[in-house]
């Protein structure tokens, strides 16, 4: 089984989180293919790597070359299960597409049914949401773990206006997740970003033990005084834990079994 660990110290989006999956190995023309199995048209799928800080990364973007119509959860709805794509994938998108709505609902005061999505409703939230599900499949991962989430701070503009960071929507998405703000004062994590890692976590905090297996490093649209990454970290789950209990000695390699216990020594 393989897991993944969302090391969000620069936020998330939906993006970010395609992006570090192309950098661990999801093919690209396997991903226009079964994107294209959405119906959607009038778009451009890029691909390049940028750096960040000193750090190379994958940076998505999607290039919009026909005009879009806004969309209201029925119209997403309607996309992904008149859609070509596997089962697992039309359902999970639909259920992060309604937690979307759901949030932007209670923030504005409308049924989810009736709200407009705007920008997340526009071609890219659909791709990054649908690729990202489909590269997780690609690249086999069953589990994903997450870590706090640094969010930002200052104002950011949308459709509404100018709003708190985080965004209202984002804000009432990730209720019961933990958060905190450090670095730029700007938005680090979108309501896309929110949807996709508060449905796919199983847990949030620190690291899971796991035989690291890959790297990947999505990158974010600008550069900030931290490196704009969000970068993941796959592995197979590790069942042995170890636990040292320090006791003034020098360290010694050889006193160490296999199992993490001490020789001559009880283990607690």
């Known amino acids: 089984m393989k897991i993944a660990y969302l090391d969000c110290f620069a936020g998330i989006s939906g993006d970010m989180f395609l992006g570090a999956l192309i950098d661990l190995g999801?093919?690209?023309?396997?991903?226009?293919?079964?994107?294209s199995k959405l119906g959607i048209q009038g778009y451009e799928l890029s691909v390049r790597r940028v750096m960040r800080k000193g750090i190379s990364g994958t940076k998505v973007d999607v290039k919009v070359t026909e005009d879009q119509p806004h969309r209201h959860l029925k119209d997403i709805v309607?996309?992904?299960?008149?859609?070509?794509?596997?089962?697992?994938?039309?359902?999970?998108?639909?259920n992060i597409f309604a937690r979307l709505a759901s949030a932007e609902g209670k923030i504005h005061g409308r049924p989810p049914e009736n709200v407009h999505f705007h920008e997340v409703g526009a071609v890219d939230a659909v791709v990054d949401i649908v690729g990202?599900?489909?590269?997780?499949?690609?690249?086999?991962?069953?589990?994903?773990?997450?870590s706090p989430l640094n969010v930002g701070s200052g104002t950011v503009r949308c459709a509404h206006g100018v709003m708190?960071?985080?965004?209202?929507?984002?804000?009432?998405?990730?209720?019961?997740?933990?958060?905190?703000?450090?670095?730029?004062?700007?938005?680090?994590?979108?309501?896309?970003?929110a949807a996709l890692v508060k449905y796919l976590s199983r847990d949030f905090g620190p690291m899971p033990a796991m035989?690291?297996?890959?790297?990947?490093?999505?990158?974010?649209?600008?550069?900030?005084?931290?490196?704009?990454l969000l970068r993941v970290m796959v592995g197979e789950p590790e069942p042995r834990q170890y636990h040292y209990q320090w006791t003034g000695e020098a360290y010694d390699p050889a006193q160490i079994h296999n199992h993490g216990h001490c020789h001559n020594r009880e283990h607690n």
Do not use: F
């Open 26 to 35: 999801v093919e690209v023309d396997q991903l226009r293919q079964e994107l």
């Open 132 to 146: 990202t599900l489909i590269g997780l499949a690609k690249l086999e991962i069953e589990e994903v773990y997450c």
């Open 78 to 94: 309607a996309i992904l299960e008149n859609s070509q794509l596997a089962d697992a994938i039309k359902q999970d998108a639909k």
């Open 211 to 228: 035989i690291l297996k890959g790297v990947g490093y999505g990158a974010g649209d600008r550069d900030m005084e931290i490196p704009n």
């Open 164 to 193: 708190p960071v985080p965004a209202p929507a984002t804000a009432e998405i990730l209720i019961n997740v933990p958060i905190y703000t450090a670095g730029p004062t700007v938005e680090l994590v979108t309501p896309t970003g």
